[in-house]
């Protein structure tokens, strides 16, 4: 009981900053691209930001559903620049920047079983080794995966594995590109194995409702978007049709991702004392 009121006052305590932030910020303002800069990498970052499209009209992923994904894509567009993004800037600006990093390292560490398992139906057994000892570690010197000694220390690097990936791995097309509500850009196949991620989530066994299984999605959410760097805004910015250039991007980014192998377990690589990241070697005086 004592949890459940912990995550509703946070989450609360999240959306009354976001709405106050928003009513003291100036709408234009919503619209201007890196306002706010962190230095660490994000997620929305490393999905876009690193994706060279060789021109926005290319066609990389069948669409015949353009007109109602470029609605839902519309719909998604006001949602983050008036919903989303205030939050998560009254986010940024009420909790300190360290804090969120731990709560986004805490849900990561929580989807292990996600990322192994689906490392595991692609018998790739060095990257279900290396979400293995990731969450080992993470999850003893890391505070239940608080921390992310396993990188900073050890240099053992995250990886990416859904069941979308699985399925691609095994020669199973797209079938068709999707804009899903809130979302964003998704496919009959990586919308179909979303659904089946969702099975592996431990949360879906946790002894939470529906609304506080939401609210905790939302928290995770948002504290992954308070840690952007503003990319969405700067596709806004600069490409002459954002929806087209998203799909590209998100089409090459699913094609390297299909074929790309992210395994990287070596512990004597990285710094072995990083500041920015907790290091339990300190627990020790070593």
Do not use: C
């Not at 962190?38 to 066609?59: H, K, N, Y």
């Not at 986004?104 to 279900?128: M, S």
Request: no cysteine; glycine share 8%.
């Amino acid at each position: 009981m004592k949890i459940r009121s912990i995550l509703i006052s946070l989450v609360f305590y999240i959306l009354l900053a976001g709405v106050t932030f928003a009513a003291n910020t100036e709408p234009e303002t919503l619209l201007v691209a890196a306002e706010q800069s962190d230095d660490l990498f994000d997620d929305f970052d490393a999905d876009f930001g690193d994706v060279t499209t060789t021109g926005a009209s290319e066609r990389l992923i069948n669409d015949p559903f353009q007109t109602f994904n470029r609605s839902v894509f519309w719909f998604n567009d006001k949602l983050y620049f008036y919903v989303f993004k205030p939050v998560a800037k009254g986010y940024r600006f009420a909790i300190p920047k360290p804090a969120r990093v731990s709560v986004r390292n805490f849900f990561y560490n929580v989807a292990t079983p996600i990322r192994a398992g689906n490392a595991l139906l692609q018998f790739k057994f060095r990257d279900f080794g290396t979400e293995g000892y990731r969450f080992v570690i993470n999850s003893t010197f890391g505070v239940l995966g608080l921390f992310d000694p396993a990188d900073s220390v050890a240099g053992v690097k995250r990886i990416s594995e859904d069941f979308g990936q699985t399925l691609g791995h095994y020669q199973v097309g797209h079938g068709f590109y999707l804009v899903l509500p809130i979302v964003g850009p998704s496919s009959l196949r990586d919308g179909s194995g979303v659904f089946v991620d969702s099975f592996a989530d431990p949360l879906r066994y946790t002894k939470i409702n529906s609304f506080e299984h939401i609210a905790v999605k939302f928290l995770d959410a948002e504290t992954r978007l308070s840690l952007d760097r503003d990319t969405y805004e700067g596709i806004i910015h600069d490409a002459i049709d954002p929806y087209l250039f998203i799909r590209a991007a998100y089409a090459q980014r699913r094609l390297a991702q299909v074929g790309d192998d992210t395994f990287n377990v070596n512990i004597f690589e990285g710094p072995l004392f990083d500041s920015e990241f907790f290091n339990p070697f300190d627990w020790f005086g070593f």
